[in-house]
């Protein structure tokens, strides 16, 4: 794993968010993306190497409307950026992850993603996350 | 903000979190420490530029024991480094978020540190983090 890629923050009104966190890092989000299978609209903050990904829910069915029922606002996930997503879930899996999609999907800011099972990573959601190159 | 300085994660048993965190990154925590002013006994691994530590609660007033009897394991804070940390308080204070402690105190790992409230930042506990230089 090369570094945290982003952390992952669910938020009930994406635009009330980005406000406030346009307040807390000093700049606005840098940009917002929809990504339609996961039901989230997202935006994103650059803070130094790294990157904050507020999730706002567009559907019912969206796994981010299930945490906020749950959890209220709050963490959702970490991602780490890995070079080579199919031998990392290979790698993981030998030593006793659970992966939740042994296929990786495509997730927001043209990347490739799988996720670990927080059963097996002490309820931490992980993500991990390859560049699609050009 | 300079960037994500660590993400921090309340485990109930740091022996048994170290050995799966290890083996989620491939390489073992580079350094443990205990913090006896908050309770806690922490380890330490490095992920490209960025930390994930892990906090252990030693005592049952650990703000960390608090934290897994409402919640369970899982992601506590994240920290943020800034260069300047009087200077941010106050801007923070200015932008309406509540420091929890307006006095810096020293946390793990050779740092000055404040924390933000997370009623006024979407639930996250954020705190912010300056070296002491030698």
């Known amino acids: 794993m090369k570094n945290i890629e982003h952390i992952g923050i669910a938020v009930k009104s994406l635009e009330a968010s980005n406000v406030l966190f346009s307040k807390l890092f000093g700049a606005p989000p840098y940009k917002t993306e929809t990504v339609a299978s996961e039901g989230v609209k997202t935006s994103f903050f650059k803070v130094g190497e790294n990157k904050i990904e507020l999730l706002e829910a567009i559907s019912e069915t969206s796994p981010i409307s299930k945490f906020l029922d749950k959890n ?31 296929s990786p999907k495509l997730g927001a800011d043209n990347k490739l993603v799988a996720f670990l099972h927080p059963k097996t990573t002490n309820s931490v959601l992980i993500e991990l996350c390859q560049e699609i190159k050009p």
Request: net charge negative; no cysteine; charged share 30%.
């Open 72 to 102: 209220g606002e709050g963490i959702h996930h970490i991602a780490f950026e890995v070079t080579d997503l199919l031998s990392e879930i290979e790698r993981l899996k030998n030593e006793g992850f659970t992966v939740l999609n042994d």
